[in-house]
């Protein structure tokens, strides 16, 4: 059975920092394309971010140089690094892996930006 979890959310203000986790069990995540998407209220999921398989990572232009993608494959996870964090940045945050035409998505976790 393959479940992701998704960790790191939280209240943060604005300029500060969140590090999100994506931990997968029942797969090698180092197998599969790792994407985040968010979800503000009233607005449809959005991507922001995607891990490939060869460990490289690309970015919506919404985030491109503020947040950063990457590996940690000693924990079968994902982390997602996001750095000067806007008041538009507030969504919930889901990571999606995916392979072929098999995906499995996280249960999601809140990132509120506010002073």
């Known amino acids: 059975q393959v479940q992701l979890v998704e960790s790191g959310g939280g209240l943060v203000q604005p300029g500060g920092s969140l590090r999100l986790s994506c931990t997968a069990s029942g797969i090698i995540l180092s197998n599969w394309v790792l994407d985040w998407y968010r979800q503000a209220p009233g607005k449809q999921r959005e991507f922001i971010a995607s891990?490939?398989?060869?460990?490289?990572?690309n970015y919506a232009d919404s985030v491109k140089g503020r947040f950063t993608c990457s590996r940690d494959n000693a924990k079968n996870t994902v982390i997602l690094q996001m750095n000067s964090l806007k008041p538009e940045d507030a969504a919930v945050y889901y990571c999606?892996?995916?392979?072929?035409?098999?995906?499995?998505w996280g249960q999601g976790t809140q990132v509120t930006v506010s002073s």
């Open positions: 891990a490939t398989i060869g460990g490289s990572a």
């Open positions: 999606n892996v995916w392979r072929g035409t098999e995906s499995y």
